[in-house]
């Protein structure tokens, strides 16, 4: 057949794929080499195969194949015709693993699971006063997935040095949100240390006059508690901690496991379901279940205290919940496109400050899965 009629038999061959639906249509007789018969009619069942899995808004299949056509024909693969041809079986079993082998497109599973989302907004330390007042702690705007280490620190304990009298009058509430990304040293009036993790906030008065020092907590924090009389109460949306001088660490984010983890000292821990506390030992976590009870566990309580140095550590954490923490530090989607993945559990420690690019290059080489960042998205295969 000379190079005339293999372009012509070539278009002839994708009008057909492009028009017909059905491989056993007459029209394909028009078509008078028989292994581009054999071909094209192979590449139709490929094509209903893909109908068949195409998931639902994912891809256009037809409108993929007249875009395919489109690329053959400015190329002028007079000679690929053979090449294409013969490709059809492997095409065929690639068909099976991934539509993006016929097509060069990239499609998404239509299983996967997104575990962490991106906050679009600016990323601020922010301090809010009692009379609504904003105050910015952090010296420019968060930069996306760019990390500068700086040592933050807001301290009270000079309120401690003033009269009762003065104090009442002083006396406010303020809350301290911690953006994704950051952490945050704060000092309360008493003394006692806290740090904020990414993504946290904390409500606290200026001075600490009632019978208990509480605090109210949303995302994760350690506290280094000065002792004192007045037990110090820690509460979150799900549970209630109560201490007198320790260091212990609360994670209590909307839509994941609520943890206390003592690290030194003595801590007594309760939901708001149940009226009973729960007393802890060091080196012990309490993990609220659905039912308002605990599960108590021996754990590395060093795993609890890494971030505040500024380090990555999960000690055999499910991929799950180690994404959403990277996914926090750095402010980006998390998908899942291995859902198995999820449940594979861990051992795994990096520098938060290298940058999300760093974090991923250490975690592919624990070969457990692979992970891609696109844009502000992580996948992870």
């Not at 679009?120 to 330390?125: A, C, H, K, L």
């Amino acid at each position: 057949m000379s190079s005339q009629d293999s372009t012509s038999e070539f278009d002839k061959a994708l009008d057909l794929m492009e028009s017909s639906s059905d491989s056993s249509d007459k029209k394909w007789e028009d078509l008078k080499d028989a292994e581009t018969l054999d071909a094209c009619k192979d590449l139709m069942d490929v094509r209903y195969l893909l109908h068949k899995r195409q998931a639902s808004g994912m891809v256009d299949v037809e409108a993929e194949l007249v875009r395919w056509k489109g690329r053959q024909n400015k190329k002028k693969y007079l000679k690929m015709f053979g090449i294409w041809s013969s490709s059809v079986a492997a095409i065929l079993v690639g068909v099976f693993v991934s539509f993006n082998y016929l097509f060069n497109i990239p499609v998404a599973p239509s299983k996967s699971v997104t575990v962490f989302a991106a906050d679009p907004n600016e990323q601020r330390i922010v301090l809010e006063l009692n009379d609504g007042k904003q105050f910015f702690l952090d010296d420019e705007p968060k930069k996306e997935n760019k990390q500068v280490e700086k040592r933050r620190t807001l301290d009270y304990t000079n309120l401690a040095k003033t009269s009762v009298p003065v104090v009442k009058k002083m006396l406010q509430t303020h809350s301290i949100v911690i953006p994704r990304g950051e952490t945050f040293k704060l000092i309360l009036c008493d003394g006692t240390e806290v740090w904020l993790n990414a993504n946290s906030k904390l409500v606290y008065p200026t001075a600490f006059i009632e019978k208990e020092r509480t605090v109210f907590l949303e995302g994760e924090a350690y506290f280094k508690v000065t002792k004192d009389t007045k037990p110090f109460i820690v509460k979150t949306d799900y549970l209630q901690t109560k201490v007198l001088g320790t260091e212990f660490n609360v994670k209590s984010y909307t839509a994941e496991d609520s943890h206390v983890t003592l690290i030194s000292g003595k801590v007594q821990v309760r939901s708001h379901e149940n009226a009973r506390f729960v007393d802890l030992e060091p080196g012990k976590d309490a993990i609220l279940l659905s039912n308002g009870q605990f599960e108590v566990k021996e754990v590395n309580s060093e795993a609890y205290t890494y971030w505040k140095d500024g380090y990555f550590y999960f000690d055999e954490l499910t991929l799950a919940d180690i994404m959403k923490s990277i996914g926090r530090w750095y402010n980006v989607n998390v998908i899942f496109r291995n859902k198995e993945a999820m449940t594979y559990r861990i051992h795994f420690m990096s520098n938060r400050q290298g940058g999300i690019e760093e974090t991923i290059r250490l975690m592919n080489r624990l070969k457990k899965v692979t992970l891609t960042l696109c844009e502000n998205t992580v996948y992870v295969d």
